[in-house]
């Protein structure tokens, strides 16, 4: 690990300050401290959070407000969030282990970096780590890369689940910048593409701090984390699905879907969840959903099977979310 | 800065690069805490902060200020064992022993937490009980491997204290 500065901030304001002069947040520290070992990131300065008031799980109007420091473990296991998030308590789940869990947090999880091979060998090339230096995945060995929404310069995916959840939900992320002004993303629009840029994860600018993550009033309906792997525990998703699917009277009334795995975003088309509203649920319909899906996909080599992994994923979501069965 | 480890109170002054798991090791002396990946991904250095389970190579010693850290060696030691470790002997929870400190740390955490009913990955209804079948424990504690392979060992050891503690 290089040498760095190491300060504790002991409010939001000194935070957001030390932020300002480039220190770098460290919260449960599981990715950022594995990355600096590797040297893949190498901070100056790490400014620590974890003694901010940014805990807590609580009401916000008819929604709930998930505070940025709370702990992965926490939030799957509130009764609110597994109650009527149930989603999102599934997807944090499906992630990682309970050692992790208890150390990630809210804003940590959503700021993750990818976990392309060459991204973490820091002798390849890689656009990502090194801008300009070009991109190993493309023409080199790429199981887990994406297929949609990729660039010349960069097809690596996000590899979170929490945030596929958050982006099903249509949650925001409340975000304190530089200047010490309040503004809120969406998750849908909290990561990028990769485009020109694929150092850059996400829309945070220098010195922007995380605060919190707010759900809307719960969705209800049916909700549903799938997430196909290599191993069935302990290992990211090459595919994963959120749905939030609300059925009356047999035909679908309301639906909400995410992806992950796929794109170098928690990935949600508008365009399906219109297509699936008020329609009545069979295989065709699955059908059309993912060729909206997949209408721009595109595979690398080595990821070729997650285009039909992604259709039959989608198609047995939509099943079992609009099926009989409980 | 001053924290707890096993119950004594210490100071770390050192540089802030060092992680809990060198710390406990190289400074402290508790040599039970093991180093496999140093990346997370094994579980072998698990240990307590304040009762919960966490990755020691993940984290730094300078960011526990005030913390209650517990080891295995805070847990039992061989003429006062924690009953989880008296069950992981007596069923053969081990072979060479290396990931056995952080199973145990892992097995006590994990009981706690399923005691205040948190629900799994594999838990069919997460708003119901918490049942701990051996799916289950298998689920929770996948974040400590075991290259010896010990694994249902290692469930029937924590299936008994389980039992007992009902
Ligand atoms: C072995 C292993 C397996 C894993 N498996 C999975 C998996 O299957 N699924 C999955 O989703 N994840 C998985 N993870 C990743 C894990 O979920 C993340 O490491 C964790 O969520 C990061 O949270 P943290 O609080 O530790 O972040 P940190 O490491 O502290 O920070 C991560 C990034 O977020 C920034 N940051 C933190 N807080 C803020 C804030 N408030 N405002 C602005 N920026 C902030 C930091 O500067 C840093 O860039 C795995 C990790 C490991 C090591
Ligand atoms: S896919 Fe992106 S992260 Fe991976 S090598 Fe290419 S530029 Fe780097
Ligand atoms: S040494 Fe910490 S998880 Fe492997
Ligand atoms: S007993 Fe050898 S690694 Fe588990």
């Known amino acids: 690990m290089r040498p760095f500065l190491y300060s504790r901030a002991d409010g939001l304001d000194h935070a957001v300050q030390l932020a300002r002069e480039g220190a770098r947040p460290i919260a449960g520290g599981t990715n950022l401290l594995d990355l600096m070992k590797l040297q893949i990131e190498a901070p100056e300065r790490l400014v620590d959070i974890n003694r901010l008031p940014l805990g807590g799980i609580e009401p916000d109007g008819e929604g709930v407000r998930i505070g940025a420091l709370v702990s992965n473990s926490a939030c799957a296991a509130d009764e609110r969030i597994r109650r009527d998030y149930p989603v999102l308590s599934r997807a944090i789940l499906a992630g990682a282990t309970f050692q992790l ?226 | 800065m001053p924290l707890t480890i096993n119950g004594t109170e210490r100071t770390f002054d050192g540089d802030p690069r060092t992680t809990l798991l060198d710390y406990l090791r190289r400074d402290c002396n508790l040599t039970g805490t093991k180093k496999g990946c140093d990346h997370g991904q094994c579980g072998a250095c698990t240990v307590l902060i304040n009762g919960q389970r966490i990755n020691s190579c993940l984290t730094l010693a300078v960011m526990h200020d005030g913390d209650a850290i517990t080891t295995i060696e805070g847990l039992g030691d061989p003429q006062n064992m924690h009953p989880l470790q008296a069950a992981f002997v007596r069923h053969d929870g081990y072979q060479c022993g290396y990931c056995t400190p952080g199973q145990i740390c892992s097995a006590k955490a994990m009981l706690d937490e399923a005691a205040l009913g948190w629900p799994s990955f594999v838990t069919p209804d997460i708003t119901g009980e918490v049942r701990l079948t051996r799916d289950e424990i298998a689920e929770r504690m996948s974040g400590n491997l075991c290259r010896c392979g010990a694994y249902s060992n290692i469930v029937d050891a924590i299936v008994e204290i389980m039992e007992a503690q009902r």
């Open chain 1, 101 to 326: 869990r208890n150390k990630a947090t809210t804003a940590g999880n959503l700021c993750q970096r990818t976990r392309c091979y060459y991204f973490y060998n820091i002798d390849t090339p890689c656009n990502k780590r090194r801008p300009g230096s070009g991109c190993s995945a493309i023409g080199g060995f790429n199981r887990i890369h994406a297929i949609l929404g990729t660039s010349d310069a960069c097809i690596a995916t996000y590899p979170g689940d929490m945030a596929v959840a958050l982006a099903a939900l249509n949650a925001q992320v409340e975000i304190t910048t530089a200047q010490g002004r309040k503004r809120h993303v969406p998750v849908r629009g909290f990561h990028r593409l990769p485009g020109d840029t694929p150092e850059k994860d996400n829309v945070l600018e220098p010195g922007d701090m995380i605060t919190a993550v707010a759900l809307p009033p719960p969705a209800g309906g049916r909700q549903i984390y799938r997430k196909v792997r290599e191993r069935s525990s302990y290992a990211f998703a090459l595919v994963s699905i959120a749905a939030v699917v609300r059925m009356e009277g047999g035909k679908i009334a309301a639906a909400s879907l995410a992806f992950g795995g796929l794109a170098h975003k928690p990935w949600h088309d508008p365009r399906i969840d219109e297509l699936l509203a008020g329609a009545m649920p069979s295989d065709a319909l699955a059908d059309k959903a993912a060729d909206l899906l997949l209408e721009g996909a595109q595979g690398y080599g080595d990821n070729d099977f997650k285009i039909p992994l992604a259709r039959r994923a989608l198609k047995a979501v939509l099943r079992e979310a609009t099926g009989d069965a409980a």
